[in-house]
């Protein structure tokens, strides 16, 4: 029988002479115990010039192969003393403990390598299970941004269309800006003698009232609803020669949208007003004289 790590130098069959151990087979063995061998090298002993550690006679080896044995066998199974399990006296014995010493061992390891194939097998198939999941989290997360996104372009969609439809609401009313607000007066009267000012008479008012939020030093706007859409374009066009004098002013009455967008642009209209092109805010654009939409440059991103 060859055991791995272990020598037995210079022994004639049936001598009890010293026997060599090498390094390997007695240290590995006892590396983490906190059992000192017999014959083995303490911390003040020099290192002989040979590649193991000498024992003298064959009892002190057999004691060092009981120790060993020991390490092998669990605490609990641990009975009794070296007096019941006598340590071999001959070489032969020696070879017989040292086999079923490495035996148990690899069977240990074994059973170690088996334990971490097991932990091994069970870590992939999470591994495995957690990144089938999280695939199918992509393609969700795919799916929920495609839905987002048509969802944004309808919102987008309806936001026009309602727009769209205030805008048609408002068709015919005009708003009466400056005007002064005054205790107990009649909006409709006030409204009549205003579009009055303007150069249109007999404009057939369908209601008027104060509008807007009520802000200190500030008279709200009249909001003035015609019945008929031509008068609000004779009085839009009368009404900057007409009342240039006067203290108030007619203006659309736009969406919030619209009115937003017409702000946005206010300065550069300005601009091209001094530079002698005129343009008019309609249908929520601001337009050229032929009616085409003015083409102002597009705002780069800071």
Not at 189 to 196: F, N, P, S, T
Request: one cysteine or more.
């Amino acid at each position: 029988m060859h055991f791995p790590n272990v020598r037995l130098a210079g022994i004639p069959p049936n001598n009890t002479s010293n026997v060599v151990l090498t390094y390997n087979s007695i240290q590995n063995s006892c590396r983490h115990s906190d059992i000192n061998l017999p014959g083995t090298r303490s911390k003040s002993t020099k290192k002989t010039g040979s590649t193991g550690f000498t024992f003298g006679p064959p009892t002190e080896a057999a004691s060092a192969v009981g120790t060993l044995d020991m390490l092998l066998v669990p605490r609990e199974q641990q009975r009794g003393t070296h007096a019941d399990n006598p340590p071999p006296t001959s070489t032969e014995d020696l070879s017989k403990r040292l086999e079923v010493i490495i035996d148990g061992a690899l069977e240990k390891i074994k059973e170690i390598q088996s334990d971490f194939l097991n932990v091994r097998t069970v870590k992939e198939m999470q591994i495995a299970a957690l990144q089938s999941s999280n695939e199918s989290l992509l393609r969700r997360c795919t799916n929920l941004e495609t839905k987002v996104l048509l969802l944004e372009r309808k919102d987008e969609a309806h936001t026009r269309e309602l727009n769209k439809l205030e805008r048609f609401s408002r068709r015919n009313n005009i708003r009466i800006v400056g005007c002064k607000a005054n205790q107990g007066e009649d909006c409709l009267q006030v409204a009549r003698d205003a579009l009055g000012k303007a150069g249109v008479q007999d404009v057939r008012i369908e209601r008027a009232h104060r509008d807007g939020k009520i802000i200190s030093n500030r008279d709200r706007h009249i909001l003035v609803k015609l019945t008929h859409y031509q008068d609000k374009i004779n009085l839009l066009k009368s009404s900057r020669a007409r009342l240039a004098e006067e203290p108030f002013f007619l203006i659309e009455d736009l969406t919030p949208a619209d009115l937003k967008e017409k702000r946005k642009h206010a300065a550069q209209v300005k601009a091209l007003y001094h530079q002698g092109t005129r343009l008019r805010f309609r249908g929520g654009l601001w337009r050229m004289a032929d009616g085409r939409p003015y083409p102002f440059p597009t705002e780069l991103p800071s």
